[in-house]
């Protein structure tokens, strides 16, 4: 089945930490997303990709960073700079990009 | 600044009659507007869309009812089922800025 794979599901990492998310779809969508959300706040949009080699900031791209030297994999990178690193992270991709047609089911990053 | 606002935290609807989600943005740039379901742990699923060419779309129980007068949107979804308890994501793309922005979400409770 097609879809989106992130990992892990459940994170707990030291403040002070980088630490990489996981991303990878089978789908072959040449756009994918990362959000974030947080408690009370819809999704916010750290960072996209609409093609290989390429990608954008979001809306909160500070303290994160990207790479997508695949189509199928786009991992995100949150760095030690990032004040508020504890949240839901999603990942998305999509073949239309007025929408996201398909997402992650999400890691939960706990930083202590 | 939130362009996209659900301002309604949660709802309640006995099973079997409609649910009325709303939804309303204050950027005149959107040109397509989506929902989204997510269920708890999971990520959001698409649910409808509709372009802004268009004042309704329909597709099965849900319709989504465009007023672009007056920057809003609703999501019906009849007849309710307990199924159909989730949250419901508003969001909007603007070609221009060629992003998907999110509202907070609505909870939706369908009472046997």
């Known amino acids: 089945d097609g879809g989106i794979t992130q990992s892990p599901k459940y994170l707990f990492r030291k403040e002070g930490q980088n630490v990489t998310l996981s991303c990878e779809q089978n789908?072959?969508?040449?756009?994918m997303y990362w959000y974030r959300q947080d408690p009370g706040q819809g999704l916010r949009l750290i960072y996209y990709s609409q093609i290989v080699n390429d990608f954008q900031k979001g809306d909160i791209a500070e303290g994160y960073s990207v790479s997508r030297e695949k189509k199928e994999s786009f991992p995100l990178t949150v760095t030690s700079a990032q004040k508020n690193p504890t949240a839901f992270y999603l990942c998305a991709s999509s073949i239309d990009p007025r929408g996201l047609d398909a997402f992650g089911s999400g890691t939960r990053l706990t930083v202590v | 600044d939130q362009q996209v606002k659900q301002n309604s935290p949660s709802l309640s609807v006995q099973e079997g009659r409609i649910s009325i989600l709303n939804c309303d943005y204050t950027n005149s740039m959107f040109d397509y507007f989506l929902w989204y379901k997510k269920y708890p742990a999971e990520g959001p699923t698409f649910l409808i869309s509709i372009s802004s060419i268009k004042d309704k779309n329909e597709d099965g129980r849900f319709t989504v009812f465009l007023n672009k007068s007056a920057k809003h949107l609703s999501l019906h979804i009849v007849p309710s089922q307990p199924g159909d308890s989730a949250v419901y994501f508003c969001a909007a793309y603007s070609g221009g800025y060629q992003k998907v922005t999110f509202g907070i979400g609505t909870k939706l409770q369908v009472i046997p």
């Open positions: 789908l072959n969508h040449d756009a």
